[in-house]
């Protein structure tokens, strides 16, 4: 376990210097280290170090605070009628599940050792961040973006709620908020769905260089993050030194989270559900042909869609 001593001084040091010690480079090659066009940045969520205390998730619900919905009551009419109103405005403090005001949340799982020792282990979980992520090919608006660094995000002054992402996402991982975003101005009389909510792994921050929020208030060190290939290779070095087993180099066709844990993760044991994700083994998604060919239709029409949008947000910050 980290002291508070060793824990300000690593939050302290900088997001470039931090993967210089995952890297094992030089600190002269450490901005080099997370160059964005040379390889993603991956997360390494080593289960077998939670303790379950949740500082990650009320850390993640404080530095994203100013992105969450405000929504506007009444809610107008929902189109179509079948689309359930999902109103999360007033239970702010759940955190047992994903919600629109909580992107990360800690799963209980329940196993048994190889040693036969029944035990309890607390895996944080939220957007997997694939490699090629379905819930941006698929988005119709192009709301649903993938940085060059690799993290998925999903822009809220874009987005119509239409839940196409959490259709496709394998983990059903983004969360509607209705009564929030663009379809108010758009249809108010005909339309109504809100915006989708997921990890945007703390863009923000990393663009400044720092680490995201989870990261830096974890106690136990839980999360590595870097360069895909360090994380990797520190991934297989974990799994190898606990006779552990690795989750998400495959998964989806590959995210950019891995899990490490002492169990393997078919024997877990836990809730899932809406907003509890699973931990199965996943398809690529986007390597099925009707997948790739709705993508390809959608691209430019996504692109399209972007582009309005985008000057529709800034006519109204303008007026
Ligand atoms: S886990 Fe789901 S929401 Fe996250 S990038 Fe993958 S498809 Fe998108
Ligand atoms: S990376 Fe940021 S947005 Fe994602 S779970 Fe961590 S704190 Fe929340
Ligand atoms: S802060 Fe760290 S130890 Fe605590 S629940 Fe989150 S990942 Fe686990």
């Known amino acids: 376990m980290s002291s508070p001593i060793s824990r300000r001084h690593f939050l302290k040091t900088s997001f470039f210097a931090a993967g210089t010690a995952i890297a094992g480079t030089s600190t002269a090659k ?33 530095a994203n605070a100013h992105k969450f919905a405000d929504p506007k009551k009444p809610f107008p009419k929902m189109y179509p009628d079948r689309v359930p109103v999902e109103d999360w405005s007033d239970r702010r403090n759940v955190t047992d599940r994903l919600t629109p005001y909580n992107w990360l ?53 874009i987005c119509l709620g239409g839940s196409k992402c959490k259709k496709a996402c394998p983990w059903d991982i983004p969360q509607r908020q209705t009564g929030t975003g663009l379809y108010l101005d758009l249809l108010p009389a005909f339309a109504g769905n809100g915006v989708m909510y997921k990890c945007d792994r703390c863009y923000q921050k990393i663009e400044k260089g720092e680490q995201p929020a989870c990261i830096e208030a974890c106690p136990e060190d839980v999360q590595t993050i870097g360069k895909r290939s360090d994380i990797i290779k520190k991934a297989k070095d974990l799994a190898k030194e606990m006779d552990g087993y690795i989750y998400g180099l495959d998964e989806n066709g590959g995210t950019n989270t891995i899990y490490v844990s002492p169990v393997p993760f078919d024997q877990l044991v836990y809730d899932t559900g809406e907003g509890k ?23 430019p029409i996504a692109g399209a869609a972007a582009a309005v949008g985008k000057y529709y947000r800034q006519m109204k910050e303008e007026a």
């Open 277 to 299: 994700p699973h931990m199965h083994p996943v398809e690529d998604t986007m390597a099925a042909g009707s997948n790739l060919a709705i993508a390809m239709v959608i691209a």
């Open 105 to 157: 949340y800690i799963q209980y799982a329940s196993a048994t050792t190889k040693e036969g020792e029944k035990i309890t282990l607390t895996i944080p979980r939220r957007c997997m961040h694939c490699q090629n992520p379905p819930c941006v090919k698929l988005c119709p608006w192009g709301a649903a973006k993938q940085e060059k660094n690799g993290l998925s995000r999903i822009d809220s002054q």
């Open 30 to 62: 450490a901005a080099s280290t997370f160059d964005a066009d040379k390889e993603p940045l991956v997360t390494l969520i080593d289960i077998s170090r939670c303790i379950g205390c949740e500082e990650c998730v009320y850390a993640c619900q404080d």
